[in-house]
């Protein structure tokens, strides 16, 4: 029930665009972006709800696909502050929250 | 003073002992659950729980149980732990509508 995130690993310069992809294998009702700096908690970035619109934080955006059930996340003009590990995290019908396998983002000068 | 917090932060323990992580909440939230992140394999739904009466395994609950003492509380124990749950474990909570889960500082675990 883990959604699959792609891809595991990516090396941005600074000011470069990413993206970062999620799918499930299960019917979702909203998806989850979270970032992880190493030694700290996850923290929430955005949610995205079935029928709901892109959302954005700062230069951060994503976007849902409900059909495919599958999310993206867009980092543009990437900043060092960006670095860390992304998750997705997907929910179900039974509000269980289930992340996936994260995408280290590592932004060099 | 942290709104999720994870008691304690670190623990080395040995093979076969009773081990109980607790989390507390200043939230009010109804919802709590447990991840355990090892790396390379994200982070894994152990047990989660939407009140008190109400407690569901996750995807990877063997050799874990866990106790929902109040809605502020959630303890999560190893009855005889075992090398392989050497592993950081995180507390989360959230809302009942925002959905938005806002995590505990993480208790490291290292079972010899």
């Known amino acids: 029930q883990q959604p699959v995130q792609s891809p595991q690993a990516v090396i941005l310069r600074e000011g470069e665009d990413a993206v970062i992809n999620c799918s499930s294998s299960k019917a979702l009702y909203s998806v989850h972006w979270y970032r992880q700096k190493h030694g700290e908690a996850p923290v929430f970035l955005m949610i995205l709800l079935k029928g709901g619109e892109q959302k954005g934080h700062e230069k951060i955006s994503a976007s849902f696909n409900e059909k495919k059930q599958q999310s993206s996340l867009y980092l543009t003009a990437s900043q060092l502050s960006y670095s860390g590990t992304y998750f997705c995290g997907t929910e179900g019908s039974g509000n269980q929250f289930y992340f996936g396998t994260g995408t280290s983002l590592t932004v060099i000068p | 003073d942290a709104d999720v917090t994870q008691t304690p932060r670190n623990r080395i323990t040995k093979t076969g002992k009773r081990i109980m992580l607790e989390c507390s909440q200043t939230?009010?939230?109804?919802?709590m659950y447990w991840y355990r992140q090892d790396p390379g394999l994200g982070l894994r739904l152990i047990y989660y729980s939407f009140d008190v009466k109400d407690i569901n395994k996750g995807e990877i609950s063997d050799g874990y149980s866990v106790s929902r003492q109040a809605q502020a509380k959630f303890s999560l124990s190893l009855e005889s732990a075992i090398p392989n749950q050497t592993a950081l474990y995180f507390c989360?909570?959230?809302?009942?509508?925002?959905?938005?889960?806002?995590f505990g500082e993480g208790s490291r675990l290292t079972v010899l």
């Open positions: 989360a909570t959230a809302g009942a509508f925002t959905g938005e889960l806002f």
């Open positions: 939230k009010g939230h109804d919802r």
